[in-house]
């Protein structure tokens, strides 16, 4: 057991210490926040950037500004106490400072803010050395990773801590950080970097730190909520777990949040760890209090994450020095490209579960530029996609905004079979909203996330040929685009990386291909029409919503021997005015759909349903699949 020194505490009780010696509590107060993705400026509620109107309104949340001055604050608030001030990770890559100034801007902040450690995100190494090395040379702040390993011909080499120990009030305090293990496939940290195993690394520098007599451990780690949750927090020896990477929120008040704030976890050693996380781009700071007892044992731990709105203003100097570095993507920002009807959502929690708006438009885009190349398909990463766009103007920094890697349009031949297995590892790690989920055009897929990952979860793919949809060919080869990241097998594709043939990666600005679009189709209007399904999700949608009209019975699968049958509508609906179907036509269900509306909108009479029903006997009428394409046949002479 860890924590054996109570045993000695006792032993020493009972041979009758001196009224002076003592044990007593220790309290340490931190702050933290993760995942800020270069939000230099404040978000709005779309996530993009606060404009100065918004800022008027009060509309504004999180940005260096918020930080500065929150962080101020609470250190104030908290004078004469134990406070640490944590970062775990991905300040780089989200913005137009980012693409300008490639980590200098959130590092000069960083280095304002003094964080007693940080730790490193995947995103830190989306440019390779070229932007680590930098940050690691002129960070006034110490960063700790045990799992990040720089070779001595690596620029990084002995500028990473494994782990470091500050001195607070008296007691000291080992913290040790890691970023996710798939960092390689998420990011491109190079040849002379290498990314070992976060439990291995992290338990291997807590038993060093344990030898030194230190028995309040943190763990600051860019891994994602659900493993920091049910792996990290249970290595022995750890303390308390600060995370990042899966920009969760966690609190007592949001009914949103994903847990309460702290997740109190039982370690197999027999004591409770703290969890946290502060949701991301700046939004929240988070701030919570540790009681330790005297051997190290967390008794308590309490707090809930502030959120950085308009009631905390922002630091009117950052301000100063953010206008200073924005003048020179002042006007590629402004320069307008299109207009919306509606705002696009391409939130993290849509595009990295679902058929998102945002991954429809970009997929789009992607296959209208190189349709006449003969691409029939395209594969988007949901993690590819980073902001929302409000309805109205559309200016070129929105779009960066939500394209900021600099990626560009790739192409390639791939069989229908490998196809299918990038889809099966794109839906691999939905329930942990991974950037790999696979948005599309050109295709249509249903998955199953209660089947194990990567052991069949996607149920059906179709293509379109000769304008109907049918189900993929395995043995096809099919002409695909995505972005060059993914066809380079990043975000878990590497099958792409693998598999494909005639590949080009050097194609057009993605950005500049997806502000094409929206200038070509201005208005643009976003849309969802079914191309992504969810199997089960879907069915109370799918459902009839008038009982009078319940669809025929039919044989049930002996799996389903047990539920009640479903019976016809026990009398047909007079006849409603309306053209009756002629030749054989197709539709694509959508939410709320049933035999009966189908009917009445084709043939006037919603009592002809069983015409649609007969016609498509791979359905149950009852449980229609969002994103199907159903036969209705002309109508019964």
């Given at each position: 057991m860890k924590k054996f020194a109570a045993i000695a505490a006792l032993s020493a009780s009972a041979l009758g210490l001196s009224a002076g010696a003592s044990f007593a509590d220790y309290t340490l107060n931190i702050l933290h926040f993760n995942d800020w993705h270069s939000r230099i400026e404040g978000n709005n509620k779309y996530e993009s950037t606060c404009s100065a109107e918004e800022e008027t309104k009060g509309e504004c949340i999180g940005g260096a500004g918020r930080l500065v001055t929150a962080i101020a604050q609470e250190r104030k608030k908290l004078e004469g106490q134990n406070v640490l001030l944590l970062n775990a990770g991905d300040s780089f890559q989200?913005?137009?400072?980012?693409?300008?100034?490639?980590?200098?801007?959130?590092?000069?902040?960083?280095?304002?803010?003094?964080p007693d450690a940080v730790t490193l995100g995947n995103h830190?190494?989306?440019?390779?050395?070229?932007?680590?090395?930098?940050?690691?040379?002129?960070?006034?702040?110490?960063?700790?990773?045990?799992?990040?390993v720089p070779n001595d011909k690596s620029g990084a080499h002995g500028k990473i801590k494994p782990s470091i120990v500050v001195e607070v009030g008296g007691?000291?305090?080992?913290?040790?950080?890691?970023?996710?293990?798939?960092?390689?496939?998420?990011?491109?940290?190079?040849?002379n970097i290498a990314i070992a195993d976060d439990v291995k690394s992290i338990t291997a520098e807590v038993e060093k730190l344990k030898a030194q007599g230190i028995n309040k451990i943190i763990a600051v780690?860019?891994?994602?909520?659900?493993?920091?949750?049910?792996?990290?927090?249970?290595?022995?020896?750890?303390?308390?777990?600060?995370?990042?990477?899966?920009?969760?929120?966690?609190?007592?008040?949001?009914?949103?949040?994903?847990?309460?704030?702290?997740?109190?976890?039982?370690?197999?050693?027999?004591?409770?760890?703290?969890?946290?996380?502060?949701?991301?781009?700046?939004?929240?700071?988070?701030?919570?209090?540790?009681?330790?007892?005297?051997?190290?044992?967390?008794?308590?731990?309490?707090?809930?994450?502030?959120?950085?709105?308009?009631?905390?203003?922002?630091?009117?100097?950052?301000?100063?020095?953010?206008?200073?570095?924005?003048?020179?993507?002042?006007?590629?920002?402004?320069?307008?490209?299109?207009?919306?009807?509606?705002?696009?959502?391409?939130?993290?929690?849509?595009?990295?579960?679902?058929?998102?708006?945002?991954?429809n438009l970009v997929s789009d885009a992607v296959l209208d530029r190189v349709k006449g190349q003969g691409v029939e398909i395209v594969i988007s990463n949901g993690g590819g996609l980073r902001a929302s766009i409000d309805q109205g103007t559309v200016t070129m920094g929105e779009v960066l905004t939500v394209l900021p890697f600099q990626n560009t349009l790739a192409t390639f031949?791939?069989?229908?079979?490998?196809?299918?297995?990038?889809?099966?590892?794109?839906?691999?790690?939905?329930?942990?909203?991974?950037?790999?989920?696979?948005?599309?055009?050109?295709?249509?897929?249903?998955?199953?996330?209660?089947?194990?990952?990567?052991?069949?979860?996607?149920?059906?793919?179709?293509?379109?040929?000769?304008?109907?949809?049918?189900?993929?060919?395995?043995?096809?080869?099919?002409l695909v685009a995505t972005n060059n990241y993914v066809r380079q097998g990043g975000d878990g594709y590497k099958v792409f990386a693998e598999k494909a043939t005639d590949a080009y990666d050097y194609g057009p600005g993605l950005e500049q291909v997806v502000a094409d679009y929206l200038g070509a189709h201005r208005p643009y209007t976003p849309k969802l029409d079914g191309r992504i399904t969810e199997i089960g999700a879907t069915t109370a949608a799918a459902e009839p919503a008038k009982p009078a009209e319940t669809a025929p019975a039919t044989a049930a699968p002996a799996t389903e021997s047990a539920k009640p049958a479903e019976t016809a509508p026990a009398e047909a609906k007079p006849a409603a005015t309306g053209p009756e179907a002629s030749p054989e036509t197709s539709h694509v269900v959508a939410a709320g759909d049933t035999y009966w509306d189908l009917a009445k909108k084709n043939y006037g009479d919603g009592?002809?349903?069983?015409?649609?029903?007969?016609?498509?006997?791979?359905?149950?009428?009852r449980r229609l699949p969002l994103g199907a394409t159903l036969t209705i046949p002309p109508a019964a002479k």
């Open positions: 989200g913005s137009l400072f980012y693409i300008t100034y490639k980590g200098a801007a959130e590092e000069e902040f960083l280095n304002q803010l003094k830190e190494f989306d440019d390779g050395e070229s932007a680590l090395v930098p940050y690691l040379d002129k960070a006034k702040f110490p960063v700790v990773s045990a799992n990040v007691q000291k305090i080992g913290i040790v950080g890691a970023v996710t293990n798939d960092t390689p496939e998420l990011a491109s940290p190079g040849p780690t860019h891994i994602g909520y659900n493993r920091e949750r049910d792996v990290i927090a249970k290595i022995p020896g750890v303390d308390v777990v600060v995370g990042g990477h899966s920009h969760t929120l966690l609190s007592n008040t949001d009914p949103k949040a994903a847990g309460p704030y702290p997740t109190m976890v039982d370690n197999p050693d027999g004591y409770k760890v703290p969890v946290v996380q502060a949701a991301s781009y700046s939004k929240y700071l988070g701030e919570f209090k540790v009681v330790f007892d005297d051997n190290g044992v967390v008794k308590s731990a309490s707090g809930d994450p502030i959120f950085l709105d308009k009631s905390i203003t922002p630091d009117p100097a950052v301000l100063a020095r953010i206008k200073e570095l924005g003048a020179p993507i002042e006007a590629l920002k402004n320069k307008e490209v299109a207009e919306t009807t509606k705002p696009i959502d391409g939130s993290r929690e849509s595009c990295r579960t679902r058929e998102c708006e945002m991954g031949k791939i069989s229908g079979k490998d196809l299918v297995a990038g889809l099966e590892s794109g839906v691999s790690q939905v329930e942990d909203a991974a950037g790999r989920f696979p948005q599309v055009a050109g295709l249509k897929y249903a998955f199953d996330k209660s089947v194990a990952p990567n052991a069949g979860r996607v149920k059906s793919v179709e293509v379109m040929e000769n304008s109907a949809w049918v189900p993929i060919n395995p043995d096809k080869q099919y009592s002809k349903w069983k015409l649609i029903s007969e016609a498509n006997k791979d359905y149950r009428p």
